[in-house]
């Protein structure tokens, strides 16, 4: 199942925040055997960094079904610092924003009519998660209310997240609600969830 990844996206720890909640969430991980401090490359594909956690003697307490006993799980990849995160195999850009201020939202993406992004109306997107990538803050003007927006107040569609702390399952069997809660719960944060296939 290896190039396989389930992602979770903390969508409102700031970069500065980051780096410190990851080793709480690696600690919280280990101490209840879910992966071990063993770092492996193997089927690892995520974004800035090439390994992850190996899978501790537990890992079968995450996942919603652990019968197949083929089916071993590879690493968990932490990914700290800013960065847009896209699920699936598909586009790079988002699909809509909706703006929070006003509720409208801005087609990127005219599925199914469309299959690229329009250039134009993704480039102020584009170039505000840039500054926000670099600088931790970005804003997108909404061409409907005219407000400005920061990036990390609109509303994405579900494939596509910004955030400053994201997590990789590679090749993990899908993981249980009660697990998703329970991490969500230990980030005391919203996240973002994402499958794919690399
Ligand atoms: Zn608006």
Known sequence: MGDYFERIVDVEVTGEEAGQLAERMTDWMVAEGLITRELSGDGVYSLTVDK??????????????????????????????RHYHVGGQGADEAEYAVCPRCGTRTVVIDYPEQF??????????????????????????????????????????????????????????????????????????????????F
Do not use: M
């Open 116 to 197: 690229e992004a329009d250039e134009q109306v993704w480039r102020p997107f584009k170039d505000a998660i840039a500054a926000w990538t670099e600088t931790g803050e970005g804003r997108a003007p909404c061409s409907t209310c005219g407000a400005s927006v920061p990036v990390t107040e609109w509303q994405w569609d579900s494939g596509f997240a910004l955030g400053a702390l994201a997590f990789d399952f590679w090749g993990w069997p899908p993981l249980s609600t009660s697990f998703r809660t329970a991490f969500s719960r230990q980030l005391g944060h919203r996240v973002a969830e994402h499958t794919g296939k």
């Open 52 to 81: 992850g956690y190996v899978p501790g003697p537990n890992w079968a307490r995450a996942v919603a079904d652990a019968s197949d006993p083929h089916w071993l799980p590879g690493p968990v990849a932490v990914i700290v610092g």
